[in-house]
C-alpha cells in the first residue's frame, strides 16, 4: 500500500544521500511503496535550488531506469532548502515548507527524517525540531539515524540522552546496514526453521564461531573520518556484535522486533567483559602497510590521503569474544575485520565438534558457513567416502552459494530499512541497549590498545592481516576456516 509520508534528509548534498538514499527511495517508487502522497525535503548548507538538486537526484538513479518521464515523476517530488543546522530561524522555514508540502501531497503529518551527517550535530538537530515545533504530533514522526552512535559509552550516552529530550525510543531508528542485507536476516531462518541446526546449536556440538568481515578497499576518501576511528570502532562495535547477538541469542517467543530484541540484548549481557589484561590476551590489532598484491601496487595506510602520517590507528581487528551462559560456555566467538585484505567476504563459520572416532581416520569438521557478500548462500562440509576401492575418508561441500544477482529481488539493504522504518518495523535496527552494551565490551579493548605503546603489527596489503591474527587462534589450537 502507498505510504503517507514527508520525508526530509539532513546532508542532502552528501555522499550518502547520493549513493544509498535517493536510489533507495526510488526503489520503493518503483515497487509503489512511494507513489503521489509523498515529499522529500532535502537540507544542507549549500543554497542549491530545488531544480537542481533533482538533477542531483536523477543522476542518483541514472542507472536504475532507462523510463525518463518515471524518473521525473519521481524527482518532482523533491525540494531543497538551504539550512544551518544551528540556526533557530532556518528550522521555522522547514517548519513552513514541510506544512506546505504535507497539504499538497496528502502526507497526512507523517514524517521521516533522516539523519545523513555528522553525529555531533544530532543533538542540536533534535532539539530545534522540538524547540521551533517542527514537530507536530499529527502523524507518526520517526527518525532515522546513521552510525557511528558515539565514539565511546559516554559519548554514546550523551547522544542518546539528548535524542530522548526529544523522541522516545520507539521513534528512533538507528540504522546499521548490515542488518538490512539479506543474509544476515537469513541467520535466523537457518538458526530456527532448520531442526538440524536448532537441535546442535550450543556448546554440546558446536567448537567455535568465526566471523569475518574482510574488504579488500583501502580507506578510499573516508581517511578523516577513519583515523579518529579504527576498525574496532567502525566495524567490530557495530556490524560484527549484530551479527554475534543474532548467532547467540536464544530463540525468542515470537518472531517480532521486540522479543528479538530481548534475546539479543541478553546474549550481548552474557558476553564477557574483559579487564584491560585479558582484552590484550584476547583482541589484536594491525595495520596496513605498502606491498604489490595481485600485479598492482598499494600504498600503506600512513600514505593515504588525510590519514597522519605516525598514525597508530588499526585497520584490522582479530578478537575472541566469550560467552558466560549455559548454551555457550567454552565456545569462542572469533571475530576478524579489515581493510585492504585479499578479498572482499562477509562470512560466518559455524565449526563443529569433532570428538575421537573410532571407525575412521582422517575425519574433518563439519562446517556450516554463512555467505553474506559478495555471494550469498550456504555451505556444509560434510565427510563422506572417497571414491574407488579401499575406504579413505573425503571432505565434500554441499554448496548453495550465488551471486547477489541471482536471488534477483534480493533487496538493497537501505532500500529494505527505510520500508521497515515507514512502516515503523524496529526489528532490522540497533536499539540503544544494545549499543550501550556494545560500547561496555568495546571501550575495554579500546583503553588497553591506548595504554600500550608498543610497536603496532603491520600487514601488507592484500594480505589476510597480521601474523597476530593466525595466533590469536593457534594458541587455542585451531585456525581461521576460509576456503575460496
Ligand atoms: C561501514 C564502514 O559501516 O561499512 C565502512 O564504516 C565499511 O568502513 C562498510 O567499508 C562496509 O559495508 P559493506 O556493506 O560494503 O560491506
Not at 534477483?408 to 537501505?414: L, T
Not at 601474523?467 to 585451531?478: H, P, V, W
Request: net charge negative; hydrophobic share 40%; glycine share 8%.
Amino acid at each position: 500500500m502507498e505510504k503517507q509520508v514527508l520525508f526530509t534528509i539532513f546532508g542532502a548534498t552528501g555522499d550518502l544521500a547520493s549513493r544509498k538514499l535517493y536510489p533507495s527511495l526510488f526503489r520503493l517508487f518503483k515497487r509503489g511503496e512511494l507513489a503521489e502522497n509523498f515529499a522529500v525535503i532535502g537540507t544542507a548548507r549549500r543554497p542549491w535550488t530545488d531544480d537542481y538538486y533533482r538533477e542531483i537526484v536523477l543522476a542518483s538513479i541514472s542507472s536504475l531506469s532507462n523510463d525518463k518521464r518515471q524518473a521525473e515523476l519521481f524527482t518532482n517530488h523533491f525540494y531543497y532548502q538551504s539550512h544551518d543546522v544551528s540556526d533557530s530561524g532556518h528550522y521555522a522555514t522547514l517548519k513552513v515548507l514541510g506544512e506546505k508540502l504535507a497539504s499538497q501531497y496528502q502526507t497526512r503529518g507523517n514524517q521521516i527524517f533522516f539523519l545523513a551527517m555528522a553525529p555531533r550535530f544530532f543533538g542540536n538537530i533534535a532539539q530545534h525540531l522540538k524547540s521551533e515545533k517542527v514537530l507536530t504530533g499529527k502523524g507518526f514522526e520517526r527518525i532515522v539515524i546513521e552510525k557511528p552512535f558515539g565514539e565511546s559509552l559516554s559519548t554514546a550516552t550523551e547522544l542518546n540522552d539528548s535524542l530522548r529530550q526529544v523522541f522516545d525510543e520507539s521513534q528512533i531508528f538507528r540504522i546499521d546496514h548490515y542488518l538490512g542485507k539479506e543474509m544476515i536476516q537469513s541467520v535466523s531462518a537457518v538458526r530456527f526453521a532448520n531442526p538440524i541446526f536448532e537441535a546442535l546449536w550450543s556448546n554440546q556440538y558446536i567448537d567455535n564461531i568465526q566471523i569475518t568481515f574482510a574488504e579488500a578497499i583501502g580507506v578510499e576518501d573516508r581517511g578523516g573520518y577513519y583515523d579518529g576511528s579504527g576498525a574496532l570502532k567502525d566495524m567490530i562495535q557495530n556490524h560484527v556484535l549484530q551479527v554475534l547477538s543474532l548467532l547467540a541469542m536464544e530463540k525468542p517467543v515470537k518472531f517480532d522486533g521486540d522479543s528479538i530484541l530481548a534475546e539479543k540484548v541478553k546474549a550481548l549481557q552474557a558476553i564477557r567483559k574483559y579487564s584491560h589484561e585479558e582484552a590484550k590476551e584476547s583482541f589484536i590489532r594491525g595495520q596496513y602497510v605498502s606491498a604489490k598484491f595481485d600485479g598492482q601496487d598499494f600504498i600503506g595506510y600512513r600514505s593515504e590521503p588525510k590519514v597522519a602520517e605516525d598514525s597508530r590507528t588499526e585497520t584490522f581487528v582479530a578478537g575472541k569474544f566469550l560467552i558466560d551462559n549455559e548454551r555457550w560456555a567454552g565456545v569462542p566467538f572469533y571475530v576478524r575485520s579489515g581493510k585492504r585484505l585479499t578479498e572482499k567476504g562477509t562470512r560466518i563459520n559455524v565449526v563443529f565438534k569433532n570428538e575421537s572416532n573410532p571407525l575412521f581416520e582422517n575425519v574433518q569438521q563439519n562446517v556450516l558457513t554463512i555467505y553474506i557478500q559478495p555471494t550469498e548462500g550456504f555451505s556444509l562440509t560434510v565427510n563422506g567416502k572417497q571414491a574407488g576401492s579401499g575406504f579413505e575418508i573425503d571432505p565434500l561441500r554441499l554448496a548453495f552459494r550465488h551471486d547477489a544477482e541471482y536471488f534477483g529481488n534480493s533487496p538493497e539493504a537501505y532500500e529494505t530499512l527505510f520500508l521497515d522504518a515507514l512502516n515503523g518495523n524496529s526489528m532490522n535496527f540497533s536499539h540503544w541497549e544494545e549499543a550501550k552494551r556494545a560500547w561496555e565490551l568495546i571501550d575495554v579493548v579500546r583503553e588497553a590498545w591506548d595504554s600500550d605503546s608498543s610497536e603496532l603489527p603491520e600487514y601488507p596489503a592484500g594480505s589476510m592481516g597480521p601474523i597476530a591474527s593466525f595466533k590469536l587462534l593457534e594458541k587455542d589450537g585451531r585456525s581461521w576456516n576460509w576456503k575460496p
